[in-house]
């Protein structure tokens, strides 16, 4: 089905839905359900409903025992009013997040286990690579623009930089004129993608601007504000438009540039892959017929395979091994990326892994444990930041270690904090309380001042969590 049928359809089974159980359902319990959205899967004949419950432990029991209740009336309704080919199976789904610990469980618990409701994490489990659909908005300014530029973050892992290739290949495969950009300091374990070469330099942007050839649409893949484009970001800004593709999310922060940000997404590169594998269905009239080669697949798997931690991370989910599948099957070369990304390591890296080592410090019974990288040490061994890549998840690997706190001095000498936790713990709150971003498990800020006062605090913040 048209995935754009499919939104439209969801938007009126939502307010038909809604319409019923304010007018239609006696029961006065459910007067305080709200119902947030509803995805109904591609053969339609399962509707996810979400809904969340207004008032005290009391009401929340009572509405949510009067839905139970009005299921199969409301099911029969909704089929009558719309003219629905079959009854769609209503799945209602408690958005927890908004009264966790409310007492509600047992009841949450009960409807479970009849199939009736579906918990977050279920729900994530059993979201698939399919149901992930690219912005039609986002597909339509691809088709449009003559010069693309795919863009990844300064400081570009695996998942940016491949994103890009990968993007840039399927488009002028698809007849447009597109290019990869890269950055100037060479990023761990980029140099060896498919086509990293080739890719424009800062020199060839400006030399670009310079001639009056800069892209008309510009493409952020993984980050979704300009800013992180680092010194491009002055050339980058005077670009016409500017999407993304990303799977951050940041709490504050200005608006995102325009396109598509899917945290249920183990890696930017799953979401290129939807891309491309839109461009290769909805191709226009005459364009020529793109297929997933076997280059894009390696580039888009280094993604899906390092913003896994190697498919060790909490993001795993069934749709990151569908998207494996499909990269691998297409060619990607699954041992040589791992062997390239994850595992290779340089000496001279070697040598500033042993002088952060030395920086470890163990607080609250080992449970947390801060870690540091000056300048000084990457001069006196010859390394870049970019080979302090792995640190983080070296120092999440070491036994009882649940929050990883790493200080990095800056070039300006202010630190950026990179954080690290379990899939219990939550880093996202105290990075973007200091205007940084990410993920629960993992997120990043920058900060000025002491590195010791600095990490006292953040020790201090994160033990709370520790009970
Ligand atoms: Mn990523």
């Known amino acids: 089905m048209d995935p754009y049928k499919l939104q439209r359809q969801n938007a009126a089974i939502r307010k038909v839905l809604g319409e019923l159980l304010a007018v239609e359902v006696k029961d006065p319990r459910v007067g305080f359900v709200t119902i947030n959205g509803v995805e109904l899967n591609r053969d339609q004949t399962v509707a996810e409903v979400f809904v969340s419950v207004l008032g005290g432990e009391r009401e929340r029991k009572d509405s949510l025992a009067g839905l139970k209740k009005a299921r199969g009336f409301l099911q029969g309704r909704l089929s009558d009013v719309l003219r629905l080919r079959a009854t769609p199976d209503l799945r209602f789904i408690y958005d927890e997040s908004l009264d966790q610990g409310l007492g509600v469980e047992t009841i949450l618990d009960e409807l479970s286990a009849r199939g009736e409701f579906v918990d977050e994490a279920e729900r994530r489990r059993r979201r698939t690579l399919d149901s992930l659909e690219p912005p039609r908005d986002l597909l339509a300014a691809l088709a449009g623009a003559e010069r693309i530029w795919v863009v990844p973050h300064v400081n570009p892992d695996p998942d940016a930089m491949g994103s890009a290739l990968a993007l840039a290949e399927a488009l002028r495969a698809a ?4 290019e990869a950009l890269r950055y100037a300091e060479p990023p761990a374990g980029c140099e060896s993608l498919p086509g990293y070469a080739d890719a424009l330099d800062p020199d060839a942007v400006a030399a670009a601007f310079a001639d009056d050839e800069g892209p008309d649409l510009v493409v952020a893949v993984d980050f979704h504000h300009l800013e992180r484009t680092g010194d491009l970001e002055p050339l980058l800004a005077r670009v016409g438009a500017a999407w993304c593709i990303d799977h951050h999310l940041d709490g504050n922060g200005p608006a995102p540039l325009p396109g598509w940000i899917e945290p249920v997404a183990s890696s930017a590169s799953l979401l290129v ?4 594998e839109g461009l290769a269905a909805g191709g226009q009239e005459g364009a020529p017929a793109i297929a997933l080669t076997a280059t894009m697949a390696t580039n888009l798997y280094a993604g899906l395979y390092t913003d896994t931690g190697g498919f060790r991370f909490p993001n795993t989910l069934p749709l990151s091994f569908e998207a494996a599948a499909r990269l691998v099957s297409a060619g990607a070369d699954a041992a040589d990326v791992a062997e390239r990304t994850l595992h290779e390591r340089s000496p001279a890296s070697l ?5 952060v080592l030395d920086t470890f410090d163990y607080h609250h019974g080992g449970r947390i444990l801060t870690l540091r990288v000056t300048r000084e040490m990457l001069a006196a061994t010859a390394t870049t930041m970019a080979d302090t890549e792995q640190f983080t998840g070296l120092a999440s690997a070491v036994s009882g270690v649940r929050f990883v706190v790493f200080l990095k ?5 202010a630190w950026r904090v990179s954080l690290r936790t379990d899939a219990a713990g939550d880093v996202h709150t105290a990075a973007s309380q200091r205007g940084g ?9 920058t900060a000025t001042g002491d590195p010791e006062t600095l990490a006292a605090a953040l020790v201090a913040e994160l033990a709370l969590q520790l009970g």
């Open 437 to 445: 971003g990410g993920h629960r498990q993992a997120a990043g800020c």
């Open 409 to 413: 001095e800056r070039e300006d000498g």
């Open 351 to 355: 040598a500033l892994l042993a002088r």
């Open 273 to 276: 892959l939807r891309v491309i």
């Open 175 to 178: 007849g447009r004129e597109a």
